[in-house]
């Protein structure tokens, strides 16, 4: 189709593409829900039938060899348009419109990946993104507004949502100012009700550290634009971070925080707002942290 040898297996092709974006093998098997070894057995296959090595083994992690760099240039437009062929026969005609809600601390993040695979696999779906508080997305979602949503589980619905990932929570502050050492300790955060909010003032209060927050903001920008000029730190996910933060830790004077966990509660049951649900359940659960479905 575009000069690739006859017979290669798309599996092990997107198993070459995972980790050479990602330099592991781990990740990438953590991705496909392989395992190491079965992942490690694709590429020794695929070299053999290609006749030339493609990874080599590096300070950090698997680089491309000449033969790989050629290979990997030429196998992605080649994968996208047999997933394209693939989603146009096999998926039923899912239609219509459907309304996600997500705190923007994670839109950059899981988001785009997640939609444009699902955009592709269902072209005809039109897909409507909120962004607010995940108390004020349960509430809309109650009130019809949304189809489902993602949200910090510690706000209400765990009963009848799925448990989609958990992860630690992480000190934020900037690199070039020390307000971290001030006393009180100056905070950036989300309104009273927010999970990291809640988490934040009760690890500084069992601490014994004496804190005010001095910025509210709905949205991370806010809390980021704050702490990016000094003002304040905040709370939030280690990566990716915006130029000019970083992680703070107890080596900074600070108490560790606790891990907090995503979810997704749903209230519809249109054809198109199950297959989204199931194609973001599937995704996080392919992601370093994903966890397995949870009843209610």
């Known amino acids: 189709m575009l000069g690739l040898p006859p017979g290669l297996d798309p599996d092990l092709l997107r198993s070459f593409v995972l980790i050479a974006d990602g330099a592991s093998v781990t990740r990438a098997a953590q991705r496909v829900g392989r395992t190491q070894s079965a992942v490690s057995m694709q590429m020794r296959r695929l070299e053999e039938t290609l006749g030339q090595p493609l990874l080599i083994r590096g300070h950090r992690g698997f680089a491309l060899t000449p033969h790989g760099s050629w ?77 489902l949503t993602l949200f910090s589980a510690g706000n209400g619905r765990e009963q ?68 990016l000029a000094g003002l304040a730190i905040t709370v939030g996910l280690a990566a990716p971070l915006p130029p000019g933060l970083r992680v703070l830790d107890e080596s900074d004077g600070l108490p560790p925080l606790p891990e907090f966990e995503i979810a997704l509660a749903t209230g519809s049951e249109t054809a198109v707002a199950q297959a989204l649900e199931r194609h973001i359940i599937d995704s996080f659960r392919h992601e370093p942290g994903g966890l397995p479905d949870r009843e209610g």
């Open 71 to 147: 290979l990997l240039e030429r196998v992605r437009p080649w994968l996208a348009m047999h997933d394209e062929i693939l989603a146009n026969f096999r998926s039923p005609d899912v239609t219509g419109h459907v309304r996600l809600g997500t705190p923007d601390d994670y839109v950059l993040i899981w988001l785009p990946e997640i939609l444009a695979r699902f955009a592709e696999s269902h072209p005809a779906v039109e897909m409507e993104v909120i962004t607010a508080p995940s108390t004020e997305l349960l509430h809309r979602l109650e009130r019809g507004e949304l189809d």
């Open 160 to 227: 009848d949502s799925v448990s989609l990932w958990k992860g630690p929570l992480h000190w934020v502050g900037s690199s070039a100012h020390a307000v971290h050492r001030r006393s009180p300790l100056r905070l950036s955060l989300a309104q009273p009700s927010c999970v990291w909010r809640r988490a934040a003032t009760a690890a500084l209060d069992a601490a014994g550290q004496p804190w005010c927050v001095t910025y509210s903001s709905s949205s991370q920008m806010g809390t980021h634009a704050v702490v």
